[in-house]
């Protein structure tokens, strides 16, 4: 029963890593940007928050590092895409290939750091409680804010006057232009948001979820939150429980290993990836589904004189 309970602690922390990058993403697709680079700018937080937290021994000084990676280097993506009018697709595949690359030349001097000792957290009672304990109550703080984070983007974008005008300008720009918001700034301050909680997602990768720096340890998981928000839907909800069902999909191949079940460990590795493709495949079987969901304006440039 313990190794069950193992199973669904290690699930929610996997899943807090997708959580936080795909709800940014969602917040940057809500307003009609795309931003592929989420994977370079996850890896560029994580060495920022992981170097941070080597010289400070302050993990939270760590995160808001992260978030500044994050949220500069989207707001530099925001300004190309934005004001100067690149492809959004073909500027987010660059900044992802920066992001690897940059993070890899910044990191070796940190390859071989140790952070100091990690805290360990528990709800207090709740924490001590058999089985419930282990499984949702000793998990770091961020887990929690992941959970609080989709449920206030939830009122935000569906219930707050801010959240109906970020959802305006990604059906319709050209109408929130007539109507006097400023859709240009509107969408960088919502690609900037995104970038931050990218940030803070690579940054819990290197502090909490494997508390060393490697080079390339995003291992994709960029790419996944991206997915997964097409995924849910563009719903903040469904990115929770999608989130926590690809952590669960991952840590699976753990749980397995340490069952001794003979499965090739590639294969393991794998099972992420195409339940990613699988599910995606399913979703494309009904593309009107999509359709109806999806900001009308997203991927689209919209340039204000014209």
Known sequence: METYALLVA???????????????????????????????????????????????????????????????????????????????????????????GFSAFAGIAYVQEKLPPRPHFSVPVLGDLPWIGTAM???????????????????????????????????????????????????????????????????????IYTPLWVEGMVAGKGWIALALTTF??????RVLLGAYLFGGVTMLQFHLQGMGVQIPSQALSAMPYVATIVVLALISRNPTWIRINMPASLGKPFHPGS
């Open 232 to 237: 849910a839907t563009w719903r903040p909800a």
């Open 137 to 207: 109550f000793r998990q770091h703080p961020l887990v929690y804010l992941a959970m609080a984070l989709a449920a206030g983007l939830i009122w935000f974008l569906y219930k707050s006057r801010t959240g109906l005008v970020l959802r305006a300008v990604g059906e319709s720009p050209e109408s929130a232009h007539a109507l006097g918001y400023s859709v240009r700034r509107i969408r960088l301050a919502a690609v900037v948001a995104g970038g931050a909680l990218c940030g803070l997602a690579g940054a819990y990768i290197s502090i």
């Open 10 to 100: 290690s699930t929610l922390n996997a899943g807090t890593v997708l959580a936080l990058a795909a709800l940014g993403l969602l917040i940057n697709e809500k307003s009609g940007i795309v931003n592929l680079g989420a994977e370079g700018m996850m890896l560029c937080a994580a060495i920022a928050g992981f170097a941070v937290v080597v010289h400070t021994g302050n993990d939270w000084l760590g995160f808001a590092a992260g978030m500044g990676a994050g949220a500069l280097m989207a707001a530099i993506f925001g300004l190309l895409v934005i004001w100067l009018g690149t492809n959004q697709y073909a500027t987010g595949l660059a900044l992802s290939l920066f992001g690897v």
